[in-house]
Each structure stands twice: as C-alpha cells, then as structure tokens.
C-alpha cells in the first residue's frame, strides 16, 4: 500500500493526496513535520536527507519531491488522464509544473510566512511586497494562458492543475489584494468543484 508522510496543512503534501484522490490509490497517511515532528528522525533521513515532507513509499518505491511524486504516481496509476500519453503534451504538463516551483513559489513563500507563520512585530514588509509583486506578475502570466485554454497545460485536467491549483489556493486565501484575473479565477473555480480538491485541500490557512 501507498504511505505518504506529511502533515495536511502542508501545501506540498496537499498536493499529493489531491492526486492519490483522483487516481483512487489506496493508502496511508502518516504525520509528520513541524508540531509532529518525525523528519528529523534518522530513519526518516534515510528516506528523505533534506528532512521535509511530503515522503512517499509505494511498495518500496521511495521518492520525495512533490511534483516528482505527482509525475510518478500519474505515469503510474493514471496515464492517459493525470497525465497525458503523448510526449509533446507531457512536456507542457512538465513545463508548468517547473514554473509552479521555480516562478510561484519563490513569491508566494515569503508572503505566506510572513503573514500567516510571523508575528506582525517580527514580519519583513519589503520581503512581503517583493513576493506579492512576483507573484502578480506570474499570475498575469497564468491569466493569459488561461485565456485559450481550458485546463493549465491544454484541455484536460492534469497534475500540473494540482501543482498549480494548491498554490493558487493558498494565495487566494491570503489576506492581499488580489488583482482581477478572470480567466485565472474562472479555471480556478472548475477545478476547486471536483471533490478531491474538497477532500484534501483546506480552505483555511495554518
């Protein structure tokens, strides 16, 4: 059986079971990091030596990272839906997965932490600003995708939806202006409907 470690109000680990969700993967989830503590644990390390979540082990397939474990199980347990047959189509899936991590990500992370994880006595405005304003434009980015496209890597549903809509939850429920992005805001709401989003990704922030 699937074992996943990972705490739910981890945004990484949201990621996952929304995915082991659509592919109806039997599976365990064990908690793990920050108040649960585990990762630091040598034989956690063992698994996974940068101490975080989420981990996976599929029957001995052991893998961290989680946009490589969405790539995984859906080559595994849902080519053809999660994840596309064609290669042409599983690059563009692979491309917005890599801007989730390496455009979204780098802006959404101070915002967060800064609002939600500091004592406003202890928060870096400029730090707060500068991701909010990389954030904006990455979204516009996304927002003019969407405008041709029914899903974020084409028309259908893939992970690169559960990569980017975990991330787009989270700023959505950030206490900011949100510009509006209508298109963005649009593809947003037909995925928030499906009931493993419901399922495995809060709408709260902790």
């Known amino acids: 059986m699937l074992k996943v470690w990972g705490r739910r109000n981890s945004v990484n680990v949201q990621k996952v079971l929304w995915c082991v969700d659509e592919l109806g993967i039997e599976h365990q989830r064990v ?6 503590g585990v990762t630091r644990e040598q034989w956690y390390l063992e698994m996974n030596p940068n101490g975080l979540v989420p981990t996976i082990d599929d029957d001995g397939v052991v893998l961290w990272e989680s946009n490589a474990i969405l790539r995984y199980l859906a080559a595994r347990y849902g080519a053809g839906r999660l994840w596309p047959s064609d290669l042409p189509s599983c690059a563009k899936v692979d491309m917005w997965m890599d801007w989730q991590l390496g ?7 101070p915002v967060f932490l800064g609002l939600v994880r500091t004592p406003p006595e202890k928060r870096d405005l400029g730090a707060i600003a500068a991701g909010e304003l990389r954030m904006r434009k990455a979204f516009e980015v996304l927002d003019r ?12 549903f893939t992970v690169a939806d559960i990569a980017v809509g975990c991330a787009v939850n989270r700023w959505y429920l950030i206490e900011i202006q ?11 709401e037909r995925v928030k409907d499906r009931p493993a989003f419901h399922s495995n990704v809060p709408l709260e922030l902790s």
């Open 103 to 109: 455009t979204v990500m780098p802006g959404l992370n």
């Open 178 to 188: 949100h510009p509006p992005f209508p298109n963005l805001l649009k593809w947003f």
């Open 31 to 36: 908690d793990a990091g920050m108040e649960f």
């Open 145 to 156: 995708s969407l405008a041709n496209s029914e899903y974020v890597a084409g028309s259908s």
